[in-house]
């Protein structure tokens, strides 16, 4: 009887959670102007207003330019950062793992408005270098998190091989050690990209005046009127970071079937 109710608690949990995102999912549908029920109909006209919406599309560019760059820049740094921290000794080790990490340990409000204070002392105004830099620092730890349990599962075994076979560190990493942490690599780049695109919070504080993403296009949309575009505007952020990590989540299962042990 008690895990009964255990399992009809987490499912009445459950549909308090997300019944509000099934409802905006369905009402971008809606052929009403009002986005209210009953639906009068089924129709992809407000995803038509938005790709005709120049305001949404730059929001998108914008938010699309930003993620990429902060998915390549936080993954580069994750996977140098990590080598150095799983495969070398050096001083403060402890320190700089604490430091890397830091970033999700702090509320995300707090970050932000450190980094701005920071930048503002040391003269640096707002903008997009701004931004994407808030980004890497949010995003980073995760990539890190993510490429350090891959590499303390290799072993260093196949390293020290192609090393005694003659190729010299760097021919090293990318003939043996970057193909085992691929999905490792793959899976960290994913995060940063979906974690960059969605955020507000940091960006709301970050981002220049004129520049808009996605989520900042959504909450100045919602400050002036409910339209049914945000409705669609909704739905499609909701796709986007679902199903991208899903997707991700399956190719990387799908590469770490030999995990290379």
Do not use: C
């Amino acid at each position: 009887m008690s895990w009964f109710l255990i399992r009809t608690y987490t499912i009445l949990v459950y549909v308090f959670m997300f019944a509000p995102v099934a409802v905006v999912m369905l009402l971008s549908f809606n052929a009403n102007q009002f986005g209210s029920f009953p639906m009068e109909g089924f129709s992809f006209r407000w995803f038509v207003e938005l790709w005709h919406n120049d305001a949404v599309m730059r929001a998108f560019r914008t938010s699309l330019i930003l993620g990429s760059l902060t998915a390549v820049i936080s993954t580069t740094l994750g996977v140098l950062a990590s080598l150095a921290m799983v495969r070398y000794n050096f001083p403060s080790k402890n320190f700089m793992a604490t430091v890397l990490i830091a970033p999700i340990l702090v509320p995300e409000v707090v970050l932000a408005v450190a980094l701005l204070l920071f930048l503002q002392f040391l003269g640096i105004h707002k903008s997009f270098l701004l931004l994407l830099l808030g980004h890497v620092i949010f995003t980073l730890p995760f990539v890190v998190l993510v490429v350090q349990a891959r590499l303390y599962a290799v072993r260093r075994e196949y390293e020290e091989a192609a090393l005694s076979l003659g190729a010299n560190a760097l021919q090293t990493f990318f003939a043996v050690t970057l193909p085992l942490i691929a999905p490792a690599v793959f899976a960290g780049m994913l995060f940063a990209f979906t974690i960059s695109f969605d955020d507000i919070t940091g960006t709301l504080f970050w981002k220049p005046g004129g520049v808009e993403t996605v989520p900042t296009q959504i909450f100045a949309m919602l400050r002036n009127s409910i339209s049914p575009e945000i409705n669609a505007l909704g739905t499609v952020m909701i796709l986007i970071t679902v199903v991208l990590p899903v997707s991700g989540i399956a190719l990387v299962r799908k590469l770490s079937r030999n995990p290379g042990r």
